[in-house]
Nanobody, 120 residues
């Protein structure tokens, strides 16, 4: 059974840090790239970051480029997003997505999302 399980969300303080994890099972994790999205209240989904199977990373949102990083540990089958210098506008549901191809077929898996609230 394919699963993406997210953890590490919750309440963060402005200026503080949170580290979100996204653990995958039921598929060849190391062969799948990962993306993270977020959806703030009343806003569209935003693509936040991506990490390839060879650890190439890209942060897409200008507002988080200097503050967020992504990484992965294939032995642990987990992707990570480190969020530093949190701001109230980072409040959103964060979702992880794993995607890749197996034998020519494309697969796209999603976690349920984890709420991050930045507030004092």
């Amino acid at each position: 059974q394919v699963q993406l399980v997210e953890s590490g969300g919750g309440l963060g303080q402005p200026g503080g840090s949170l580290k979100l994890s996204c653990a995958g099972s039921g598929f060849p994790f190391s062969q799948f790239a990962m993306r993270w999205y977020r959806q703030a209240p009343g806003k569209e989904h935003e693509l936040v970051a991506r990490i390839s199977t060879s650890d190439d990373t890209e942060i897409y949102l200008d507002s988080v480029k200097a503050r967020f990083t992504v990484s992965r540990d294939d032995a642990e089958r987990t992707g990570y997003r480190q969020m530093n210098t949190l701001k109230p506008e980072d409040t959103a549901v964060y979702l992880c997505n794993a995607y890749g191809a197996i034998d020519g077929r494309f697969f796209d898996y999603w976690g349920p999302g984890t709420q991050v609230t930045v507030s004092s």
